[in-house]
């Protein structure tokens, strides 16, 4: 979005953009957007993708639903062992506060919530997937890094790296490469974004990072969560 609104800044007035429009100096060499980025994990997000799906999964086991608000685990997990029960601090992580997605105004609730969309080619997320489907039920692009560097001309230039973190229908929690998240157009003029190994996912799909798909913005997708 910063590069759009530099370029037409450009077009009008045919000069050079010396800042960004939040105070920051754009030297000749270019500017780094977020050059303290990590993309290894310092924090609790794995551990947080644990209790979270084995908290979701014993939830559908039990009422044959998801959870139409993720914060109802806590109440649901309350007499649960200390180690496996969820928490308020399971809903983010302290890594997101260097992610190149991160907004201050959505910090501690920040993870993407995939159980409440549909799959990538469009139909329903079922609560209980098929013989040999699984479905990623939540992600985190925190350890993802575009590596932007915006000049003074408009122009920007991007070296993505690391890795999303993803937690699985089944339970597992892993670390995908950029290659594995992918756009997916399941009929003329709708599509859905989803990962390597997902049903709906197909050798057309379109790499997010080389297809200028990558998501942006920090806050989970679909709606605002509901109260009990």
């Known amino acids: 979005m910063i590069t759009v609104g530099v370029r ?4 009008k007035t045919g000069q050079w953009l010396e800042r960004l429009p939040d105070g920051r100096v754009i030297p000749v060499t270019g500017l780094k957007l977020n050059p303290n980025g990590l993309t290894n994990l310092q924090g609790d997000a794995k551990d947080d993708f644990r209790r979270l799906v084995g908290a979701i999964r014993a939830y559908a ?74 479905d990623v039920w939540l992600f985190t692009d925190t350890y993802m890094r575009a590596n932007q560097t915006v000049y003074r001309t408009g122009s920007a230039a991007s070296k993505p790296e690391g890795h999303y973190l993803v937690a699985w229908s089944d339970g597992k929690v892993e ?13 003329l ?7 390597d190994g997902e049903p709906g996912i197909n050798e057309n799909s379109k790499v997010a ?20």
């Not at 037409?8 to 077009?11: R, S």
């Not at 003029?189 to 990962?195: E, L, P, Q, T």
């Open 8 to 11: 037409i800044y450009l077009t």
């Open 61 to 134: 086991d039990k009422y044959q639903r998801f959870p139409d608000d993720p914060r109802w685990l806590i109440e649901f997990t309350k007499t649960w062992p200390e180690s496996t029960r969820v928490t308020a601090d399971c809903f983010d992580t302290p890594d997101r506060k260097k992610s190149d997605t991160f907004d201050s105004s959505d910090f501690g609730f920040g993870y993407m919530w995939f159980y409440r969309s549909p799959r990538p080619d469009g139909k329903p997320r079922p609560v209980f997937p098929g013989p040999g489907e699984r």
């Open 175 to 187: 670390e995908l490469p950029l290659s594995a998240y992918k756009r997916t157009q399941f009929h």
């Open 189 to 195: 003029g709708s599509a859905s974004m989803g990962f």
């Open 209 to 228: 990072v080389e297809s200028r798909f990558v998501l942006q913005g920090g806050s989970p997708p679909g709606y605002p969560p509901t109260k009990k």
